[in-house]
């Protein structure tokens, strides 16, 4: 506490969006940094709705400024997988934890990635301070550079995860001009009103960390993806005694990952699968080409080393693999002897018992390394019985039809395939994990995060197992505000939210009546109507003319093609006989009678373009 009320104004202002660097003494310093009086939680207060129960009253730490309300905001990430973005609100201070991307679902024809609704963000751009980023995956990270293109603010970040997104605002033409701060683990970000401790977490990617934000009304956690490996590849173990300070001071809303809350018990060690690993390199004389999440640095690491164990070179094959693997290499985090890498170039001088590809494509995406080598349209490599192919991922939730499908094309091609052996190992914290987190921090109340309907549902009722009451757990959806003070909490509306499609170069200009339309052609193909009419004589000049695109083949249905033409020409006809002037009535009554006709002989609805020129 300062002197004086001057000195500690002044103080504040030159520490408006600091880092602080973590203490050695960190019991002793986790008390002081930010100012704070202990305040008892009761029912008694009249407050409009949910209140806290009796039997879940607690001691908690938090500012004296405790009248007004957080909001927290999930634009993404919510009965979804991918494009995480978390929103907290507190009077005129806006702060974001994560701005991820997610991929295309099968009714998505011809988009690329999809992108959180940030029109809300935008239109209080002033307001917003900063982005907090747990951890550097895609559904993280990934919708950031299409965010700072539009606000442009502080970013906050691990090494690693500042690594990997450096690269990606590099191709976006962003780099020289997104400000980027790099923290560790234990470091404090003070953004407006809000305080933010990093906190290391074990999860599939060096450097992940989860989140102590101390707000005006309490501490909000937010665990980003984590898991508990008592003995990872490389870092420490999460935070566990951190952790569990910030518990017994008191967390008043936890927001914690559900990836992974159908499956009971710990997710294993990554460790674990290196003698998995091990054991069929050594036993076989085959090509082998892995296919992992590039991102899972550690797991590119134990592949690298069980191929130099077993004198093997190694090619990379993949722009993300390349990528990630060379921020790694340059900042540490891997280490791969020049010697025992090789470019795909090279793979031709080696015989296949002294190779090992290590490639993208264990989701199954069609333009992927694994997948074109598959469908034999990759440049370097052809699958031939001599190979062996190693899936060391498990598929996301809605890609099992396309790994699948990769996983049938490379059996055809007579490739020995390994993808149901304990060769992977999930970087998302199971059940027991889930519920130590819970019992760690004890929050006052809980809001999962991070996974489709079932896993919120599921970890939902963990919670409520783990003793917090049901009325102070929160089930939230995309756009939905949660409104919270010191005693109670409660959804009080919504902002602006959804999905921002990205075809090509073109974003969020392809949107759901885009997509139906590309559905339906899909579905039922195209019959363009050509007619040219004499304006002044109200005449048919020349057809109607009748093009057919993925509706049927028309010298094998000469007859219905026949048909439509006398169908279509009949319609015209009519609308000229009485006078119709109006080109748009025209081309109504024309689709309409075209439309009618064609349902009743093949039982499709093709879409029906009439164009009329005027001669």
């Known amino acids: 506490m300062f002197n004086s009320k001057k000195t500690e104004r002044i103080k504040e202002k030159e520490n408006e969006n600091f880092i602080k660097k973590p203490n050695k003494n960190y019991t002793k310093k986790a008390t002081t940094k930010v100012h704070a009086t202990s305040v008892r939680a009761n029912n008694t207060d009249n407050v409009p709705d949910r209140t806290v129960e009796k039997t879940n009253s607690k001691r908690i730490n938090m500012p004296k400024m405790n009248a007004g309300k957080l909001k927290v905001i999930s634009l993404g990430g919510l009965s979804e997988i991918g494009k995480n973005l978390t929103v907290l609100e507190y009077g005129n201070d806006i702060i974001l934890v994560d701005c991820g991307m997610g991929f295309p679902d099968e009714d998505m024809p011809g988009i690329d990635l999809v992108l959180p609704d940030i029109s809300y963000l935008v239109k209080n751009s002033d307001r917003v301070r900063g982005v907090l980023i747990t951890h550097g995956h895609e559904d993280h990270i990934g919708g950031l550079p299409y965010f700072l293109r539009q606000i442009n603010v502080p970013v906050y970040g691990t090494k690693m995860s500042l690594g990997v997104l450096k690269g990606k605002l590099k191709e976006h033409r962003l780099l020289n001009s997104v400000k980027l701060n790099e923290v560790n683990a234990g470091s404090v970000v003070k953004l407006g009103c809000f305080k933010a401790e990093f906190i290391g977490v074990n999860h599939s990617i060096p450097d992940a960390c989860a989140l102590s934000i101390t707000t005006p009304v309490g501490i909000v956690f937010h665990t980003g993806d984590?898991?508990?490996?008592?003995?990872?590849?490389?870092?420490?173990?999460?935070?566990?005694?951190?952790?569990?300070?910030?518990?017994?001071?008191?967390?008043?809303?936890?927001?914690?990952?559900?990836?992974?809350?159908?499956?009971?018990?710990?997710?294993?060690?990554?460790?674990?699968?290196?003698?998995?690993?091990?054991?069929?390199?050594?036993?076989?004389?085959?090509?082998?080409?892995?296919?992992?999440?590039?991102?899972?640095?550690?797991?590119?690491?134990?592949?690298?080393?069980?191929?130099?164990?077993?004198?093997?070179?190694?090619?990379?094959?993949?722009?993300?693999?390349?990528?990630?693997?060379?921020?790694?290499?340059?900042?540490?985090?891997?280490?791969?002897?020049?010697?025992?890498?090789?470019?795909?170039?090279?793979?031709?001088?080696?015989?296949?018992?002294?190779?090992?590809?290590?490639?993208?494509?264990?989701?199954?995406?069609?333009?992927?390394?694994?997948?074109?080598?598959?469908?034999?349209?990759?440049?370097?490599?052809?699958?031939?019985?001599?190979?062996?192919?190693?899936?060391?991922?498990?598929?996301?939730?809605?890609?099992?039809?396309?790994?699948?499908?990769?996983?049938?094309?490379?059996?055809?091609?007579?490739?020995?395939?390994?993808?149901?052996?304990?060769?992977?190992?999930?970087?998302?914290?199971?059940?027991?994990?889930?519920?130590?987190?819970?019992?760690?921090?004890?929050p006052k109340f809980f809001m999962p995060i991070h996974g489709e309907y079932r896993h919120l549902k599921l970890h939902a009722n963990l919670a409520e197992e783990m003793g917090i009451p049901n009325t102070n757990i929160f089930i939230s959806d995309i756009g939905r505000v949660l409104e919270v003070m010191p005693t109670s909490a409660r959804i009080v509306g919504s902002v602006p939210s959804g999905k921002v499609y990205v075809d090509g170069y073109g974003v969020g200009d392809v949107g759901n009546i885009v997509l139906r339309d590309r559905k339906h052609l899909a579905q039922d193909g195209l019959i363009v109507v050509v007619i040219g009419i004499s304006s002044s004589e109200g005449i048919i000049v020349s057809g109607p003319d009748i093009i057919s695109r993925g509706f049927v083949y028309v010298r094998e249905a000469e007859d219905l093609m026949e048909q439509a033409h006398h169908c279509a020409e009949y319609a015209l006809n009519k609308c000229l006989k009485n006078y119709v002037n109006d080109w748009n009535l025209l081309k109504t009554n024309v689709k309409d009678a075209l439309s009618e006709f064609l349902y009743s002989k093949t039982k499709r609805s093709p879409m029906i373009l009439p164009i009329v020129m005027e001669v």
């Open 226 to 442: 984590f898991k508990l490996d008592a003995n990872p590849i490389a870092g420490k173990m999460m935070d566990i005694a951190r952790i569990s300070e910030i518990g017994k001071q008191g967390v008043l809303l936890l927001l914690s990952e559900s990836t992974n809350v159908e499956r009971p018990g710990y997710s294993s060690g990554e460790r674990t699968i290196s003698s998995a690993i091990d054991d069929l390199f050594r036993h076989t004389k085959k090509r082998i080409i892995v296919a992992t999440f590039s991102s899972n640095v550690h797991r590119v690491q134990q592949i690298i080393d069980a191929a130099i164990r077993n004198k093997r070179k190694v090619a990379i094959s993949g722009r993300s693999m390349e990528n990630i693997l060379g921020v790694a290499m340059e900042l540490g985090y891997a280490k791969v002897p020049k010697t025992s890498l090789i470019s795909m170039d090279e793979i031709k001088n080696y015989p296949p018992e002294k190779l090992v590809l290590i490639t993208t494509g264990s989701q199954g995406e069609p333009m992927s390394a694994l997948s074109r080598m598959a469908n034999s349209e990759h440049k370097k490599v052809q699958i031939t019985p001599n190979d062996m192919i190693l899936l060391s991922a498990n598929p996301i939730p809605g890609n099992e039809k396309s790994v699948g499908g990769v996983i049938n094309e490379l059996f055809r091609k007579g490739a020995e395939v390994v993808y149901d052996r304990d060769i992977h190992v999930s970087g998302h914290a199971c059940q027991e994990e889930l519920k130590l987190m819970i019992r760690m921090l004890n």
